[in-house]
């Protein structure tokens, strides 16, 4: 990094919370509700992550989320996620050592804002986290950079100060069109595009900070 970085963005799924077991679980619930045989969960991993992605049509068939869809799957989500959900090693000490050290810090994350602040409060981090950014949030979600964007202007630190992880090509490519740095989280679900740093654990951050 060439300038001291002030503010950390993460990205939540695959990069702070190990979910995509409980989200395959949760999908397959809606799938088996409109007849239709499960999907395996490196299918969700990997399309997930991808731009350009017609996920409604990928999950259910459809051309986009109908209420019903959306409500069974957050209510089975809900009831699942304990069971489910885990932080990955290394985050409650990093998130510590970095409150610490005076950085801001924030999650942006394409699943909604209510899902975010439900996952992080329960796995007792989200009072680590300065700003928290969901899809509903912004007009467009990840790729776009306009999640960034609200971070920076909400955190009032220039983009040259601001730093960016996360484990898909969504968050590389939104990195690079808000202007700021990306470290590639390679423990994720996702797979490294281009020659961007990368961290193989979340304590390796601190060393790209000075």
């Not at 996620?81 to 970095?98: C, M, P, R, S």
């Not at 920076?152 to 960016?164: I, P, R, T």
């Not at 679900?189 to 740093?197: A, I, L, N, V």
Request: contains cysteine; proline residues 5%.
């Amino acid at each position: 990094m060439n300038k001291p970085i002030k503010s950390i963005i993460f990205d939540m799924d695959g990069t702070l919370l190990d979910s995509s077991y409980a989200m395959v679980q949760s999908v397959n619930y809606v799938r088996d509700s409109l007849g239709l045989p499960p999907l395996e969960k490196t299918f969700l991993e990997y399309h997930i992550n991808q731009p350009d992605q017609d996920l409604p049509m990928l999950f259910y068939g459809t051309p986009q989320y109908v209420p019903e869809h959306r409500e069974l799957f957050k209510t089975h989500y809900l009831e699942n996620a304990n069971l489910h959900v885990k932080v990955y090693d290394g985050v409650f000490e990093t998130l510590d050592i970095l409150k610490e050290m005076g950085i801001i810090l924030s999650v942006a994350t394409n699943a909604s804002d209510f899902f975010a602040y439900n996952m992080l409060e329960h796995q007792k981090i989200l009072h680590f986290f300065d700003f928290v950014v969901g899809a509903n949030c912004v007009k467009s979600p990840k790729p776009e950079p306009d999640m960034l964007h609200l971070i920076l202007d909400k955190s009032q630190v220039s983009f040259e100060h601001s730093l960016l992880v996360g484990d898909s090509i969504k968050d590389e490519l939104a990195a690079k069109n808000a202007g700021i740095d990306f470290l590639f989280a390679n423990w994720g679900y996702g797979e490294k595009s281009s020659k961007e740093k990368t961290i193989n654990s979340l304590r390796e951050i601190i060393q790209f900070l000075h």
